[in-house]
């Protein structure tokens, strides 16, 4: 994993990629890409899906220092797992971006600001945690 790969959105000039690729391969690094972005959103989804259920059963069942310091280590670790993901997607939007530039692919799979990123709930919840 620690081998760099030097795929064709590498290489930003069109046509030093047609050059320097073979035939087909930046249709197939897109395809990568799209697919990878949507896996990516996937994990984004579950992580937030996650911290949601998480921070509900918190507040309801967890008194205590050492529980809520556990808590917070669970918490800890599935906002890694979302910053990840939204890096993930971040990088593989952009790849797309380098490899097709601007087009109707992008009704799906938009730009992703940290402000986007928050379960439907989430402001609710932390409200309701609040003495």
């Given amino acids: 994993e620690t081998i760099r790969l030097f795929m064709p959105s ?6 030093k990629r047609e050059r320097a690729c073979a035939v087909g391969l930046p249709e197939m690094e897109a395809e990568l890409r799209i697919g990878e ?8 989804r579950a992580g937030l899906r996650t ?3 998480t921070n509900r059963y918190r507040l309801r069942n967890c ?3 050492r529980a809520l310091t556990r808590g917070q280590g669970v918490l800890r670790q599935v906002n890694m797992k979302i910053h990840k993901a939204k890096l993930r997607y971040r990088y593989a939007r952009n ?5 097709k530039g ?3 692919w992008e009704r799906e799979l938009q730009v992703l600001n940290d402000g986007d990123v928050h379960a439907l709930n989430e402001r609710a919840l932390t409200r309701a945690g609040d003495p």
């Fill in 10 to 15: 590498d290489i930003a000039d069109k046509t």
């Fill in 37 to 44: 972005a949507r896996e990516a959103l996937g994990a984004l």
């Fill in 63 to 65: 008194t205590g220092q």
């Fill in 102 to 104: 601007h087009g109707g």
């Fill in 95 to 99: 790849a797309l971006l380098r490899l």
């Fill in 51 to 53: 911290r949601t259920m």
